[in-house]
């Protein structure tokens, strides 16, 4: 079992801050806020992003609004209980954060996370009605403690078909980046309600321990 969880998950994003702080929970008398980031994509889409950060790292850092920033960390999910209901919850947990220029660092990936984690639900493949291939997986990524967070990600093209057949438990690595998508949930009541939804769009995936791994590439127009 891989046991490095810094190489398990990793991510780095180049953004903008999108939202005031605020305050999230306390730990050990370690307090920790909870702020947007703004990223966006070589289609001119934005993400926001949820950061969460301790306050240890904010000595120095200003986080006003629009000022540009580099994060580290990892992607990382918990279970909100709510009205009876269990809710997953995705943030970006930092562990490194420094003050940016974009202009520099507009050749620098601005959006990547890297993950090696396992199927635990067997991939949704769809085509779209526009003929567009798609696979939603769920990944489990082992973290310290021996704690997991479970990171949904979706597949395109020749990805998608490769998830589609995958095994429950099979171990894979991938690279991708971090989105953020708005979409309607119908309540029994008939209202709707606009929500966000976070998930990693995988760009490189490879079967790990496998004799006949596999790496599968997309190109930049089927990443959207």
């Known amino acids: 079992m891989n046991t490095n969880y810094l190489e398990n998950n990793h ?26 980031l703004e990223v966006v994509r070589l289609s001119s889409t934005v ?20 000022k540009s920033l580099k994060i580290e960390g990892q992607f990382r999910s918990y279970n909100n209980y709510e ?10 947990f930092a562990k490194e954060i ?5 202009e520099e660092n507009k050749e620098e990936v601005s959006n990547e996370v890297k993950l090696v ?19 939603d997986i769920l990944l489990a990524v082992n973290r310290a403690y021996n704690k997991s967070d479970y990171i949904p990600c979706i ?17 894979v690595r991938l690279t991708g ?25 995988i760009a490189s995936l490879e079967i790990v321990n496998k004799e006949d791994a596999t790496e599968v590439n997309v190109t930049t127009e089927e990443v959207v």
């Open 11 to 36: 991510l780095v994003l180049i953004g903008k801050v999108a939202s005031e702080k605020k305050y999230s929970h306390e730990i050990y008398g370690e307090k920790f806020y909870i702020f947007n």
């Open 98 to 102: 420094a003050e940016a220029n974009l």
């Open 47 to 66: 993400d926001i992003i949820p950061i969460t950060i301790s306050e240890r790292l904010l000595t120095g850092i200003n986080l006003e609004m629009g």
């Open 83 to 92: 009205n009876e209901k269990n809710k997953l919850i995705l943030t970006v």
């Open 155 to 171: 597949a395109w093209g020749r990805n998608a078909r490769f998830c589609e057949n995958m095994e429950v438990g099979t171990e």
């Open 177 to 201: 980046r971090v989105q953020s998508r708005i979409y309607e949930k119908k309540h029994e009541d008939g209202t709707v309600e606009e929500r966000v939804a976070y998930e990693v769009s």
């Open 117 to 135: 984690g396992y199927i635990c639900k067997k991939p949704i493949y769809r085509q779209t009605p526009f003929g567009r291939e798609i696979a």
